[in-house]
């Protein structure tokens, strides 16, 4: 009897502290319910991610615009390259994030890159995602392209596709992070790359106050991409030249480097020209002339040039833009040495291609020829040039 009675008073204590168990781990799973929430999901407690601002937490999709923000910056800025003829190619996604946003986040994408790259060429690689099934004796072998580089070039070629984009998202309670990378379908580089985090979203400090003018500088210069120009000119000009040959037609090659800057509106850099007198290349001047002119032989021009440009917010290689130049130096040539001003107007067209009316002076310079004065050269400097460019 008093077995039965242990044995009775034991189930009652079990059951007990089973109950006691049900009612403390309860609210720990709701809780952690609560930690993981869902984009997809129309509840209050699920539609808010990222980081906590004056209002509490903002909203996922609010975000994911932040991190799209940042990205749209770089393209602005031309910081993002392998842009011709792009294709997005693989989305990978955290466990939490429903298959159905793999579709949004490749059409936002898309969106941003059409709306603010002017020129780029989007293309859908339908065959890219595909898989491919051939019998191998009694074996079945299955293959995509992601794991046959071979195939994914063949597949590029035939879609006229340049560039890949690879996506990569990460979504938790505490942030969320946007990875690309464009990469070379030839030859598998990986021309770019960056990863969006919105716990550094530039966007998302500008909301919160952030003033980006007391970043350290180490920040600034990692940041800053330079964009180096190169151009090769071809110019007819009239320049002064020494008694009695007054003012003289030449032709000119000129090369210049340009660095771009404050988003493509500003440029400096040097240029290099070399001037013959377009005489002497028909073989119509004397020797006498010959002998005074300062364009006959050999000589070189270096200059320090600064340019603006006016292309407004972006640069529209559909339109023609206008740039204004300035340039300050000095030609060497035998027995001459003497300073140069120069500015003008130009009229890019397309691309590649610019037409550009300049204008300079060179103060009074003395010439020697064979250690005896020639005279004084000095005067305007005027003619018209042809550029093409290449970066």
């Known amino acids: 009897m008093v077995r039965g009675v242990l044995h009775k008073l034991t189930l009652r204590l079990i059951a007990t502290l089973a109950m006691l168990g049900v009612c403390v781990l309860s609210p720990l799973r709701a809780d952690a319910a609560q930690a993981t929430p869902a984009p997809g999901t129309p509840t209050p407690s699920t539609q808010s991610a990222g980081t906590p601002e004056a209002g509490g937490f903002r909203n996922f999709y609010e975000v994911l615009d932040d991190l799209l923000g940042d990205f749209e910056y770089d393209l602005k800025n031309g910081q993002v390259a392998g842009l011709k003829d792009l294709a997005i190619r693989n989305i990978a996604t955290s466990e939490n994030i429903p298959a159905s946003f793999k579709q949004h986040l490749e059409l936002v994408v898309t969106e941003r890159v059409l709306r603010t790259s002017t020129g780029t060429r989007m293309i859908q690689c339908l065959p890219c995602r595909s898989k491919r099934t051939t019998m191998n004796g009694d074996q079945v072998v299955i293959t995509s392209p992601e794991t046959n580089p071979g195939e994914l070039s063949r597949i590029a070629k035939l879609s006229g596709i340049q560039h890949f984009m690879?996506?990569?998202?990460?979504?938790?309670?505490?942030?969320?992070?946007?990875?690309?990378?464009?990469?070379?379908?030839?030859?598998?580089?990986?021309?770019?790359?960056?990863?969006?985090?919105?716990?550094?979203?530039?966007?998302?400090?500008?909301?919160?106050?952030?003033?980006?003018?007391?970043?350290?500088?180490?920040?600034?210069?990692s940041e800053y991409l330079p964009t180096l120009q190169y151009r090769v000119a071809l110019s007819y000009l009239f320049e002064p030249n020494s008694s009695p040959n007054g003012v003289t037609g030449c032709l000119a090659a000129g090369f210049r480097m340009m660095e771009r800057y404050d988003n493509r509106k500003k440029e400096v850099g040097f240029e290099a020209d070399y001037i013959k007198a377009a005489s002497s290349l028909g073989g119509t001047m004397s020797q006498a002339e010959a002998a005074t002119n300062i364009w006959g032989g050999l000589n070189l021009t270096l200059l320090f040039v600064h340019a603006w440009n006016f292309i407004g917010p972006e640069e529209n290689y559909n339109q023609a833009r206008g740039s204004v130049f300035a340039a300050v130096g000095g030609t060497y040539a035998s027995g001459y040495l003497g300073g140069l001003i120069?500015?003008?107007?130009?009229?890019?067209?397309?691309?590649?291609?610019?037409?550009?009316?300049?204008?300079?002076?060179?103060?009074?310079?003395?010439?020697?020829?064979?250690?005896?004065?020639?005279?004084?050269?000095?005067?305007?400097?005027?003619?018209?040039?042809?550029?093409?460019?290449?970066?």
């Open 166 to 221: 690879d996506l990569a998202f990460s979504y938790q309670p505490t942030g969320m992070v946007l990875s690309m990378t464009n990469t070379d379908p030839e030859s598998g580089a990986v021309i770019w790359s960056r990863s969006y985090n919105s716990e550094t979203s530039r966007a998302s400090a500008f909301r919160r106050g952030v003033d980006y003018t007391q970043a350290e500088d180490s920040r600034k210069q």
């Open 342 to 391: 120069r500015g003008g107007y130009e009229w890019r067209l397309a691309k590649h291609w610019a037409v550009s009316a300049q204008l300079g002076y060179r103060p009074t310079a003395a010439r020697f020829v064979s250690g005896t004065s020639a005279g004084q050269v000095s005067g305007l400097e005027y003619g018209a040039t042809i550029s093409g460019f290449f970066w």
